[in-house]
């Protein structure tokens, strides 16, 4: 609110309608603005969406390694359908993000992870308890779903918590989540099915979805700006008496057509955007590379080197590692790009994609490495370390993609990232689809060598952004 002084003048003298009926924060330092919070509030947040994301990825992956064991307590012998049952939350993961992102920029962000929470714990007593395949396959979907819940929200509320020049960090932390999920979850999944049988998979998440439903119920506060400023618009009319006032970020629209506009943001984004277009194939392009991994991995280390259900989840260690390594890379280099940008007055948010530079090289280097060493037969470490240099690459794509779409689109940030997240899980379940049929075809030296040569067509998206990302912006300006 600009001043109580304001409030009080309108308390009085209801007919006036004015400029200074908005509601605004009392100051620039107003503790009720999220980018005014205290450091531990700012961390604590960020801490318990990345917590989300962690939860919500180990869901996804750690079923990779049951994939026999369910084909057999299904009776089928069908290897694409065993992928299938694990690449299906992804595809939950690709419709959520359509719907929640928008309902976070009407209603807030709070509402969607509590309400997504309780439907993650339902959907995944259905999918620990199936009598079919299909009733197994349609909880699986909707726990991806509902499960997409903190990967959809947590970039808005980075961009609602952290300011730019913080947000390259914050992004890394929050990032830490959904990349260890899919890593540690094929360790822990295979050791569960050997001890216990794969539903155990399923009654395991749904403990941890529980104990984080109730964690964000203590824990996390509303961090949408028009929201908050809108229930404090509400608190005000009734204290004043003054029905005009209303929240300077209010909608102009009714609510019946905020969420129509809301639910259609994010493919309009993605169809009619340029800016968001293109960096998210690219990065959908890596994340089904990514994925492809984590289908077929185990599989292939259990054939082509022995390994037992338990010990072929440390296969996935070398990604987890390589993703490390390029997470912190991109923590310690883009907020000190972004401020020496912002200092020299020279601050674009195309700056954030200059890592893609090096990152398709590296993603191509790491899959033929790790194809070729795998399909003849050279020791284990050495293919995973190829998988290695691939989980830097991956990187070096999701971080730049992520916070150059929060930058630019801001109190859209939600929406431009649900838009990315239904391309990377679209093609995060379509290609292991199609490409392990292709492995069976030319084997996995080649195969992985025409995916790799693929993403070289990335490399110069960088250079086109940093040219002319600002008039690409201008030109596909969109009424949101």
């Given amino acids: 609110m600009a001043n109580h002084a304001t409030v009080e003048k309108l308390g009085s003298k209801k007919q006036e309608t004015t400029v200074s009926d908005l509601v605004d924060w009392d100051s620039p330092y107003d503790p009720e603005n999220p980018l005014q919070w205290p450091k531990w509030r700012k961390v604590g947040t960020l801490l318990v969406v990345s917590l989300g994301g962690l939860i919500s990825f180990l869901a996804s992956s750690m079923l990779s390694p049951a994939v026999g064991h369910i084909l057999h307590d299904f009776r089928s012998t069908d290897e694409t359908l065993g992928v299938f049952a694990v690449s299906v939350y992804l595809l939950g993961m690709a419709l959520g993000p359509l719907v929640l992102s928008g309902i976070s920029e009407v209603h807030g962000r709070a509402v969607v992870f509590h309400v997504c929470n309780i439907l993650f714990v339902a959907f995944s007593i259905g999918a620990a308890l199936p009598s079919s395949f299909g009733m197994f396959i349609v909880f699986r979907f909707l726990s991806g779903f509902a499960g997409s819940a903190p990967v959809t929200v947590g970039g808005g509320t980075i961009a609602d918590v952290f300011e730019p020049a913080e947000r390259g960090k914050a992004t890394s932390i929050y990032a830490l989540g959904p990349i260890v999920g899919p890593v540690i979850a094929p360790i822990a999944g295979g050791y569960l099915v050997q001890a216990v049988g794969w539903r155990w998979i399923n009654w395991l998440t749904l403990i941890l979805g529980g104990a984080y439903a109730l964690l964000t119920f203590v824990l996390f506060r509303e961090t949408y700006h028009p929201t908050i400023l809108d229930r404090k618009a509400q608190r005000l009319q009734k204290e004043t ?30 169809l009619l955007s340029p800016v968001v277009l293109l960096p998210c194939l690219a990065l959908a392009l890596v994340i089904g590379y990514l994925f492809l991994l984590f289908s077929t991995m185990a599989t292939i280390f259990q054939q082509r080197y022995g390994f037992s259900e338990g010990a072929s989840g440390f296969v996935y260690a070398g990604i987890g590692i390589g993703n490390l390594v390029g997470l912190y890379l991109f923590a310690v280099t883009s907020d000190k790009a972004v401020r020496r940008a912002t200092e020299n007055g020279t601050f674009k948010p195309e700056v954030r994609l200059e890592p893609i530079i090096f990152g398709g090289p590296l993603v191509c280097a790491g899959f033929i490495w790790y194809g070729w060493t795998a399909e003849k037969h050279i020791h284990w470490i050495v293919p995973i370390i190829g998988t290695a240099v691939f989980g830097i690459g991956v990187m070096a794509f999701v971080m730049p993609v992520t916070t150059y779409l929060i930058d630019v689109w801001k109190w859209h940030a939600a929406s431009a990232i649900g838009a990315n997240n239904f391309s990377r899980s679209i093609l995060g379940a379509i290609i292991p689809l199609i490409a392990s049929k292709m492995y069976d075809n030319i084997g996995l030296g080649w195969g992985n060598s025409l995916l790799a040569f693929v993403i070289l067509i990335t490399t110069p998206l960088p250079w086109l952004f940093i040219r002319y990302g600002e008039q690409l912006r201008e030109r596909f300006k969109l009424s949101l």
């Fill in 241 to 270: 008496g003054n029905p005009a006032l209303q929240s300077k970020l209010a909608r102009k629209n009714t609510l019946g057509q905020a969420m129509r506009l809301a639910l259609v943001r994010p493919l309009k984004m993605l």
